[in-house]
């Protein structure tokens, strides 16, 4: 594996090579004509941009397939980022576990591994090194070059310098992720750090549920916690990275007591815990098997389990509310145990939010569930490719070959 460096002085600012490379990343194989069409741009700059990417091992151009339609001169070529091109290392940091991937530029997720921590060990002195490893094995793992590592990590993080500010089901204070990882055996390539609702957010608007909408607002659970994000027309709502913290929304004022220190949070009575102790079952929601038993429960009929998911349900509805009435998104977009959560329950989410929020009623928001297998490691490779994206010539040329 070669390094690639981070973009430094001289950089030729938003390149038109940046721009066809974002599009191909973006829309997958497209004609030669279309890409001309796509960026507005003169169809020498994209035959210069097209013959530079194409050295640079980015992009490769084929002759269009046989049969196919002839117009007027020579049927366009077609071009496409490299199945075999440079991969981004994407890492999933959550309470319970690591998760680490590699992703190329056609978004092909390979050689994902996790690594369950230790619950009683969170603490950064133990969580860094571990992260270090997984970033270390996925990058031996292939031949091809890595452009560099972002770091999905719940929590209020500042993406500039990496900082989490403040992880609660990690028990995390300001700990200097990236500088931390930066700094650990040489990687030789860029660390950055952000936060997980947020990269999750962006690969389901750009690429899974969120395609097409003006702006959505998406909900994420795995096991322990809830996460919002939004984006509007492209842009991810961060508060300077503290935003959307929509699992501490009060549903529940002066009820169970949340470990950021209030009462009554969304996560206390929405998230898979919650629906455990709604339907009395012990078991960890790390176990998908425990919650995959409670939904097959109630779909069978058993009216206990039907209601405890009804009234976690109902908890959603309530969150929902007042952010949709904040926000007033297109879509809102449910993953992971809310996406199952939401299918077993559809007609009382939608009907519950649409009689709650009168911003959902008029807006005719759509409630749908999500796209993509790897949402949060596929918005991680979004933040490690975007300065390859931006400028391929100079990324390319600040490493070794
Ligand atoms: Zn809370």
């Not at 974002?22 to 279309?34: I, K, Q």
């Not at 098997?289 to 109630?298: E, Q, S, V």
């Not at 069978?300 to 509310?321: N, S």
């Given at each position: 594996?070669?390094?690639?460096?981070?973009?430094?002085?001289?950089?030729?600012?938003?390149?038109?090579?940046?721009?066809?490379?974002?599009?191909?990343?973006?829309?997958?194989?497209?004609?030669?004509?279309?890409?001309?069409?796509?960026?507005?741009?003169?169809?020498?700059?994209?035959?210069?941009?097209?013959?530079?990417?194409?050295?640079?091992?980015?992009?490769?151009?084929?002759?269009?397939?046989?049969?196919?339609?002839?117009?007027?001169?020579?049927?366009?070529?077609?071009?496409?980022?490299?199945?075999?091109?440079?991969?981004?290392?994407?890492?999933?940091?959550?309470?319970?576990?690591?998760?680490?991937?590699?992703?190329?530029?056609?978004?092909?997720?390979?050689?994902?591994?996790?690594?369950?921590?230790?619950?009683?060990?969170?603490?950064?002195?133990?969580?860094?090194?571990?992260?270090?490893?997984?970033?270390?094995?996925a990058v031996l793992r292939t031949e091809r070059r890595c452009v560099g590592v972002c770091v999905?990590?719940?929590?209020?993080?500042?993406?500039?310098?990496?900082?989490?500010?403040?992880?609660?089901?990690?028990?995390?204070?300001?700990?200097?992720?990236?500088?931390?990882?930066?700094?650990?055996?040489?990687?030789?390539?860029?660390?950055?750090?952000?936060?997980?609702?947020?990269?999750?957010?962006?690969?389901?608007?750009?690429?899974?549920?969120?395609?097409?909408?003006?702006?959505?607002?998406?909900?994420?659970?795995?096991?322990?916690?809830?996460?919002?994000?939004?984006?509007?027309?492209?842009?991810?709502?961060?508060?300077?990275?503290?935003?959307?913290?929509?699992?501490?929304?009060?549903?529940?004022?002066?009820?169970?007591?949340?470990?950021?220190?209030?009462?009554?949070?969304?996560?206390?009575?929405?998230?898979?815990?919650?629906?455990?102790?709604?339907?009395?079952?012990?078991?960890?929601?790390?176990?998908?098997?425990?919650?995959?038993?409670?939904?097959?429960?109630?779909?069978?009929?058993?009216?206990?389990?039907?209601?405890?998911?009804?009234?976690?349900?109902?908890?959603?509805?309530?969150?929902?509310?007042?952010?949709?009435?904040?926000?007033?998104?297109?879509?809102?977009?449910?993953?992971?145990?809310?996406?199952?959560?939401?299918?077993?329950?559809?007609?009382?989410?939608?009907?519950?939010?649409?009689?709650?929020?009168?911003?959902?009623?008029?807006?005719?928001?759509?409630?749908?569930?999500?796209?993509?297998?790897?949402?949060?490691?596929?918005?991680?490779?979004?933040?490690?490719?975007?300065?390859?994206?931006?400028?391929?010539?100079?990324?390319?040329?600040?490493?070794?070959?």
């Amino acid at each position: 594996m070669a390094a690639i460096g981070v973009p430094g002085a001289g950089d030729d600012g938003g390149s038109a090579a940046g721009r066809v490379l974002t599009l191909l990343r973006r829309r997958g194989p497209l004609t030669r004509a279309a890409v001309t069409a796509e960026l507005g741009l003169a169809a020498s700059a994209v035959g210069t941009a097209l013959g530079d990417l194409t050295a640079l091992d980015l992009v490769r151009v084929s002759e269009p397939p046989r049969g196919a339609p002839i117009g007027r001169g020579r049927p366009s070529p077609v071009v496409e980022v490299r199945p075999d091109g440079p991969v981004a290392v994407a890492v999933q940091l959550s309470a319970d576990r690591v998760t680490a991937g590699l992703v190329g530029l056609d978004r092909r997720i390979s050689h994902v591994r996790e690594h369950v921590l230790d619950g009683t060990a969170t603490d950064p002195a133990t969580v860094i090194p571990a992260l270090a490893d997984a970033v270390e094995n996925a990058v031996l793992r292939t031949e091809r070059r890595c452009v560099g590592v972002c770091v999905a990590t719940p929590g209020f993080v500042r993406e500039s310098d990496g900082l989490v500010r403040y992880a609660v089901h990690l028990g995390w204070n300001d700990v200097p992720l990236a500088q931390r990882l930066g700094g650990m055996p040489p990687l030789g390539v860029p660390v950055t750090v952000g936060r997980s609702a947020t990269l999750a957010a962006l690969a389901e608007f750009r690429y899974g549920a969120g395609r097409g909408a003006a702006s959505m607002l998406t909900l994420s659970s795995e096991r322990v916690g809830i996460g919002g994000g939004f984006i509007d027309a492209g842009v991810p709502l961060t508060g300077g990275g503290h935003a959307l913290e929509a699992g501490h929304i009060i549903v529940e004022p002066g009820g169970l007591r949340c470990p950021c220190g209030a009462r009554g949070c969304l996560e206390m009575y929405a998230d898979p815990r919650a629906l455990l102790r709604a339907a009395g079952r012990s078991g960890h929601p790390g176990h998908d098997d425990t919650l995959t038993k409670i939904f097959d429960d109630a779909a069978a009929g058993d009216r206990a389990t039907q209601e405890a998911i009804r009234l976690t349900a109902g908890h959603l509805v309530t969150g929902l509310t007042s952010l949709v009435n904040t926000l007033a998104p297109e879509r809102v977009v449910l993953m992971g145990f809310l996406a199952d959560l939401f299918r077993a329950t559809q007609d009382l989410v939608r009907d519950g939010l649409m009689a709650s929020s009168a911003v959902a009623r008029v807006g005719q928001i759509d409630i749908v569930t999500g796209d993509l297998h790897h949402a949060t490691l596929l918005g991680a490779a979004e933040r490690a490719f975007a300065p390859l994206l931006r400028q391929p010539r100079t990324v390319l040329r600040a490493g070794p070959s």
